[in-house]
C-alpha cells in the first residue's frame, strides 16, 4: 500500500507569528492516512520570523523530534529547561501536558526554519526529559543516517517510541533501498528537490507512506533531502489499493 499527502494538500495555517504547514494530525483530525501511520501524531513543517516567539499547543504526551533546517531555535520550558538549536541539529523532547513550553527564533536578523515530528500519544505518567545533537551533512550524504532510535543505535537520539528517524542528503541519480520488517511501515517527507517512487514523482513539501511491503525505493531526480520514519503497527490496518 502506497499513500501520499502533496504539499498542497497540507493544512497551512498561522498561530501568531508561526506559519505551520501540517502533513496530518491524527489527534486533531483523523483520517484514513493518520489511522494507517498511527504511531506517527503528526508532521510539521514551520517557519518563524526573526525574533518570533510561539508557545506550541499539545492536547496530548507525545515524544518529539525537531529538526533545524535553517536558522536557530531556541526553547524553554517551565521545569527550567533550556535549549538552543541550530541548522542541521536535532532535538528529542518527551512533552507532556503538564509542563508549558515556549519558543523563539534566536535571531534577530534570520527566519528558523523547523521540521517536527510527534510520535505518540506516550503513557501521561512518563518524565519529562530532552537532548540534542548534530548530524553533519558528511554522515547524511547518499545514505540514510539514524538520527534516533530505541535503543540508540549508532550514537542516535533515544527514542521511548517504536519508532526510527532516518534523515539523508541524495545526490541526483542517487538510488536508495530501505528494509521495512513485517508490520512496520514508512513516511517519507521530501524537505526539497524531486525524487521518484513507484512511478510517482515526490517534489518539495510531498510525503508518501508504505505499508504492506518488503522495502521503500526511491530514486532522485535532483539533489534532494528526506527524513523517513519507520514505524511499528499502525493503530488500524490499512487497506490495500
Not at 506517527?40 to 492536547?59: Q, S
Not at 553533519?136 to 543516517?145: D, K, S, T
Not at 519507520?230 to 489499493?241: I, M
Request: net charge neutral; with cysteine; charged share 25%.
Amino acid at each position: 500500500m502506497i499513500a501520499t499527502r502533496r504539499s498542497a494538500e497540507r493544512c497551512h495555517f498561522h498561530r501568531g507569528k508561526l506559519d505551520i504547514w501540517s502533513t496530518f494530525r491524527a489527534d486533531e483530525r483523523p483520517d484514513a492516512l493518520s489511522r494507517s501511520f498511527g504511531g506517527l501524531a503528526a508532521f510539521d513543517e514551520m517557519r518563524l520570523p526573526p525574533g518570533g516567539v510561539c508557545t506550541p499547543r499539545r492536547r496530548n504526551e507525545a515524544e518529539i523530534v525537531t529538526y533545524v533546517y535553517k536558522g536557530a531555535l531556541a526553547q524553554e520550558n517551565s521545569n527550567g529547561c533550556t535549549a538552543v538549536m541550530h541548522a542541521g541539529e536535532f532535538h528529542r523532547m518527551t512533552a507532556a501536558r503538564r509542563v508549558r513550553h515556549k519558543e523563539a527564533n534566536a535571531s534577530q536578523t534570520d527566519w528558523v526554519h523547523v521540521f517536527r515530528i510527534s510520535l505518540g500519544p506516550i503513557c501521561a505518567s512518563a518524565d519529562c526529559s530532552n537532548d540534542q545533537k548534530r548530524f553533519a551533512a558528511a554522515q547524511r550524504r547518499n545514505v540514510l543516517c539514524i538520527i534516533a532510535s530505541p535503543d540508540g543505535r549508532n550514537e542516535s537520539l533515544h527514542l521511548r517510541e517504536d519508532a526510527v528517524v532516518c534523515s539523508s542528503l541524495l545526490d541526483p541519480g542517487h538510488h536508495i533501498i530501505y528494509e521495512l520488517k513485517p508490520e512496520r511501515r514508512a513516511w517519507i517527507h521530501l524537505v526539497y528537490g524531486e525524487a521518484i517512487m513507484d512511478d510517482i514523482v515526490l517534489t518539495a513539501g510531498d510525503g508518501i507512506g508504505v505499508a504492506i511491503a518488503p522495502s521503500v525505493s526511491l530514486t532522485v531526480q535532483e539533489a534532494a533531502e528526506i527524513l523517513l520514519i519507520d514505524l511499528g503497527p499502525s493503530l488500524s490496518a490499512p487497506k490495500e489499493q
